[in-house]
Every structure is written in C-alpha cells, then in structure tokens.
C-alpha cells in the first residue's frame, strides 16, 4: 500500500483514514519536499476504490491501492477527446475523467 491510498477505506486494501490523515501525510511529503503527485493520487484512487462497479476496471483499483500506479484527475470534462487540464499527467499510469455522464479511466503508461 502507498501513501496515495491512505484514504482508500480499509476492507478495498488501503489504510482506511480520513482526510486528516491523509492532511498530516501531505503535509510530511511537502515539507521534505517530496516530488510526488500525493493529493491528486490519493482523490483519484480513493475515488476508484468507491466506485461499485470498480472489479469492471481490472486490476487498475488493486495496483492504484497497492501503490504500483500513481493516479490522477482530469479536472475539466475532455474537449474534442483530450484532456488538458489533468495535474500530474506526466507520470501518472491512470487518469480519471468525466465524459458526459460517465466516469472513465484511461491508461496507458506514464507519458
């Protein structure tokens, strides 16, 4: 388990905190300076973690739980197919996005 699933609630793999934890371990990473994608990780496999039809995603969940993908947010809907505003992009292996009114996760190795 990374630290990005921290939040994950415990019986999905993570380590079942809430969001002060979660606040206490961002702020250890900031101010060693880690260069980590640990806010945007963690919302984006806690978010995996809690989807109900998560088992459809393969083993996306499981290795954004364990810590073997980093995970991101697009955080505006994709225009035209492209997302451009994703934080993190450049090393993440997933990134979850709205389209229309439908959440997918795209991968496809860190680029």
């Given at each position: ?29 900031g101010s060693a300076l880690a260069p980590i994608p640990l806010v945007e990780s963690s919302v984006a496999t806690t978010l995996l973690a809690s989807l109900e039809g998560a088992s459809a995603l ?54």
């Amino acid at each position: 388990m990374g630290i990005p699933s921290i939040a994950v609630p415990a019986e999905r793999g993570g380590g079942g905190a809430g969001l002060l934890e979660l606040a206490v371990a961002a702020s250890c990473a900031g101010s060693a300076l880690a260069p980590i994608p640990l806010v945007e990780s963690s919302v984006a496999t806690t978010l995996l973690a809690s989807l109900e039809g998560a088992s459809a995603l393969g083993d996306v969940v499981d290795r954004a739980i364990a810590g073997e993908a980093i995970t991101t947010l697009a955080v505006k809907a994709p225009a035209d197919g492209v997302a451009r505003m994703v934080p993190a992009a450049a090393v993440a292996d997933v990134v979850v996005a709205l389209r229309g009114d439908e959440l997918v996760a795209v991968t496809g190795g860190r680029h």
